[in-house]
């Protein structure tokens, strides 16, 4: 779980959760890649797993709108190859605001310049403040960068806001402020093939992390690149209570293809929300509503996609 940063050169970091590498995370990743360029220093994103909460409160409800894997695949995406993952443990939360600059920001990292919000804390118990980085700064040999109130709460008010509308299923929303489709990842495994019996076969996606948030439940505009080629399909989360089912389950069909996806990784992009999920009086009636859904789907990816 723990990656290092480059041993060879020095490198200039920023420290944060990151969950959606969002918006407003971009302008701060932008700002991060800029000064590496100006100072000839490697960009490096420090953060945390698991996340603090899921440690120091034991709060295993904690929903992220990324999982790790996830995440370092969008940073790649913006060019930044070093992610430092530094597990998170009791242990680790006991170091002192001193124990953490000298051990982590200065032997590990090598850092010279640190961007961070105005309002961070950081050592024991959360005691440190950017002052204290500063005089640590001064006694280390390197700068320290504030980031601004306003986007420092851009960048809060934006994760915080897309959690509350991929809750909600707003996924226009969502995606507005993420700056890309808000995706799920996992392994395609075998459902009960009542799809097939509909004509309209799926992939059940199994994912993995408890952690990742899944959006609220109903039918979904969807694309994926498979096999190096763009296909779009309908996505259903939910219980499948026409035929009385229990769990929650997350399936895909996707338009004019039918290649079997059995036990291979998926990524899946989500457009638009079309519905709720809806118990149907018959079977037939559920075909006939899948019918009409494939039909707003393709008028949807006609005109928008």
Known sequence: MESTASKKKHTVVTIGTFDGVHIGHQKIIERLIQVGKTKDLEPTILTFFPHPRMVLQKDANIKLINTIAEKETILKGFGLENLVIKKFTQEFS????????????????????????????????????????????????????????????????????????????????????????????????????????????????????????????????????????????????????TVNGIEETVEVHFFNFDASLYGKPLKVELLHRLRDEHKFNSVDALKQQLQQDQLNALKFIETHA
Do not use: C, W
């Open 94 to 241: 006991r170091l002192t605001a001193e124990e953490f600059v000298a051990t982590i920001l200065v032997n590990q990292l090598k850092a010279k310049h640190i961007i961070i919000g105005y309002d961070h804390h950081f050592g024991r118990n959360r005691s440190a403040n950017i002052d204290d980085l500063i005089t640590f700064g001064k006694h280390y040999g390197f700068e320290v960068e504030a980031i601004s109130a306003q986007d420092i709460d851009e960048v809060a008010v934006s994760s915080t806001k897309i959690r509350k509308a991929l809750a909600q299923g707003d996924i226009a929303t969502a995606n507005s402020f993420l700056g890309y489709a808000f995706f799920l990842t996992g392994l395609v495994v075998k459902g009960k093939g009542l799809g097939r019996t509909l004509s309209f076969p799926t992939a059940n996606l199994q994912i993995e992390e408890a952690y990742k948030l899944i959006p609220k439940q109903g039918v979904y505009i969807v694309k994926s690149i498979i096999n190096g080629i763009l296909v779009f399909g309908m996505m259903n989360i939910g219980n499948n209570p």
